[in-house]
């Protein structure tokens, strides 16, 4: 071979090395940048996680569908905060915050723990669904088994607040059982996950009655019907509440 | 969609004991290192059950091995294991897949591009996995229409279930996801790989029909063992259920109770009218068996069921960190034995009862 052709080809496989480098380091960067966005949009998804069950999202992310809705027996938990606003006044804004945040923090936890999904906070109340995303024979059970976690909880809270001279918190349960429909509700710039039906107004008003019969957790007739007889429960007085025809049957959870 | 990077994962709920001969017949079976068999030392049936259904990941009669290797990587994310994950995603690198596909099946499942093929199987998969509600007949047309035949549709379920096995177990006790997550990146690896790929494609082999023998076609689950005729997997699940009714820790009643409450959980009709029956016959009264599945509660069970009972039914959809809590509790409250056999218990009953749409299309 001669000098020349030797030299030739030595640059000829150079050149091809320095392009196969530089190729290998593009595709790599490339590389890092998908991972980089599909890490962010894992991040989204995780984040939305919070607002729809995983379900939802992924029908969302897969057919775009955003107007759907089901038709479904769900457990309703409608649980409140006593005399709050009141308590609201005397606090520092920060500290109010906090307080409240921590208790949204434990009775989150108390609900999910058992399969309740923590729909909305208004104010300081909180709205939970049982039933309402994955199919669940228990779901009776379980609300009533949250109620009594969230009970559980706020003792532990409320001895955590007594030790840092901090007001003690007192919480109204409404337990309901019902049929509604459950979707994605809202304008096109805002949605959320929701049951709609008159079960979540009843849950609302029973909770409203645990300051007349100076109780914390209520449930209704049709909710005790389907779940575990040996839970303590008494019977008080059928009560009139607005929007609902008749007195409606309830009990005390003890 | 599960992000595996960012799933909670507690510590490890069990030890490592040497288990040498274990170690050896893992190894020698599956080609991958033998000490996985060291945390499920001190349970028979456990440790044998886990050393089965890797074998049969590995097994295939009709199905394409590279899809249900895919299949394998997806229903462990879609289960939020991150051992099985971790494993299936080191076992696809060693095999050849290339990072971008990984990362496709990894980051872009529901939105990605892929065959007509694996986009049906993949898409099956995830539905057998999450079973809300169980598949049905329409589930098995997506895969009809692409020119999967019956048998494949089978044998693809059948792995499918074992893959869900698996991942039930490896989750429940927490198997440590580290070092099969660092694994494929190491630049040791990079260079044996080709080696590893090809002890690897032996021990993925394909199998000759196996036909169930008659005595083979009776049992508790027989309708899902039967369905399974004619794949290897069939014989070793039909002894692994034998095995686990005839179990020293579990008595029958208790598992018959345990499979009642998850066929309760998937509302598998089925499987609640098998669980019934069994029960019945070990003189249960039919009021029992439905306060028992109404309430998860009954003052007829023993100490041990009222502890299994309800934690039954969280081994039906979980998350990771949430179940292996729940697990460590019970862990402390059991002998060892009875812990592993009642999680092993579990992840069969879960696996078998979503495939019960097998069984309707061997009917």
Redesign the interface.
């Known amino acids: 071979m001669s000098p020349w052709l030797g030299a030739a080809l030595g640059a000829a496989i150079l050149i091809i090395g320095v392009f196969a480098w530089r190729a290998e380091r593009e595709s790599k960067l490339l ?1 890092r940048r ?2 980089a966005a ?2 962010e ?3 989204l ?2 984040a939305f996680s919070r607002f729809a069950p ?2 939802v999202i ?1 029908r969302i ?2 057919e775009g569908v955003t107007d759907f809705g089901e038709k479904k027996e769900v457990m309703v938990l409608f649980a409140d905060l006593v005399g709050f606003t009141a308590l609201s006044e005397n606090l520092e804004p920060r500290v109010l915050v906090g307080v409240l945040n921590g208790y949204f923090e434990r009775m989150s936890q108390a609900i999910g ?1 058992h399969r309740g999904y923590v729909s909305t906070f208004i104010g300081d109340g909180i709205l939970a669904f049982f039933g309402a995303t ?5 779901q009776g ?1 379980d609300s009533v088994h949250a109620a009594l976690a969230m009970r559980a909880a706020l003792a532990d809270y409320n001895r955590e607040l007594a030790s840092r001279d901090l007001p003690q918190l007192l919480v109204g349960i409404g337990l309901h059982r019902g049929t509604g429909v459950v979707g994605l509700v809202g304008s096109q710039r805002l949605k959320e996950f929701a049951f709609v039906g008159r079960t979540v107004n009843v849950a609302a008003r029973v909770q409203d009655l645990t300051r007349q019969f100076a109780v914390d957790i209520i449930l209704t007739e049709t909710l005790k019907q389907t ?2 007889p ?1 839970f303590p429960m008494r019977a008080l007085p059928d009560t009139s509440v607005k929007g609902v025809e008749k007195p409606l049957a309830i009990h005390a959870l003890d | 969609m599960a992000s595996m990077s960012q799933i909670e994962w507690e510590p490890c709920l069990l030890t490592q004991h040497p288990a040498p001969e274990l170690e050896r017949r893992f190894a020698r079976e599956t080609g991958r290192p033998g000490q996985l068999m060291r945390f499920f030392e001190g349970s028979p049936w456990t440790a044998d059950t886990m050393l089965r259904v890797s074998v049969q990941i590995m097994t295939f009669v009709r199905i394409d091995p590279n899809l249900v290797d895919q299949v394998g990587l997806v229903v462990s994310q879609d289960n939020s294991c991150r051992f099985c994950f971790g494993m299936q995603r080191a076992f696809l690198r060693v095999l050849g897949t290339s990072e971008k596909r990984i990362a496709r099946l990894e980051q872009d499942l529901l939105t990605g591009d892929f065959n007509p093929r694996e986009r049906a199987a993949l898409d099956f998969a995830r539905r057998v996995s999450q079973s809300k509600p169980l598949t049905s007949a329409s589930d098995l047309v997506p895969l009809r229409e692409v020119g999967f035949s019956e048998e494949e549709i089978v044998e693809l379920a059948g792995l499918i279930g074992m893959h869900l096995f698996l991942n039930r177990m490896s989750t429940f006790v927490a198997l440590p996801p580290q070092r099969m997550e660092d694994f494929p990146d190491h630049w040791w690896m990079r260079i044996i790989r080709p080696l590893i790929a090809v002890k690897f494609r032996r021990m993925r082999h394909r199998s000759k029909p196996v036909a169930l023998l008659d005595s083979e076609k009776t049992g508790p689950m027989s309708a899902f063992v039967n369905a399974l005729d004619g794949l290897p997997m069939a014989r070793d699940l039909r002894l692994m259920i034998d095995r686990l009714w005839g179990s020293s820790s579990l008595p029958p009643r208790t598992v018959s109770l345990l499979f009642a409450v998850v066929a309760r959980a998937l509302d598998s009709t089925r499987c609640q009218q098998e669980a019934k029956q069994m029960l019945l016959e070990q003189n249960f009264a039919e009021a029992d068996i439905d306060q028992v599945l109404t309430h998860l509660s009954s003052p007829i069970l023993s100490e041990i069921e009222a502890l299994l009972i309800p934690l039954a039914r969280e081994t039906v959809w979980y998350q990771p960190a949430q179940i292996q809590r729940r697990c460590a509790e019970l862990q402390s409250q059991l002998p060892h034995e009875q812990f592993l056999d009642f999680l092993g218990a579990v992840s069969l009953l879960n696996s078998l009862c979503r495939l019960g749409v097998i069984v309707g299309m061997r009917a």
Do not use: F, G, R
Not at chain 1, 134 to 138: E, G, I, R, V
């Open positions: 590389l998908l991972k599909a890490s949009l894992e991040n998804q995780m995983d379900e992924e992310i897969a723990d994955d199919p669940n024979p228990w059970d779940v575990d040996s």
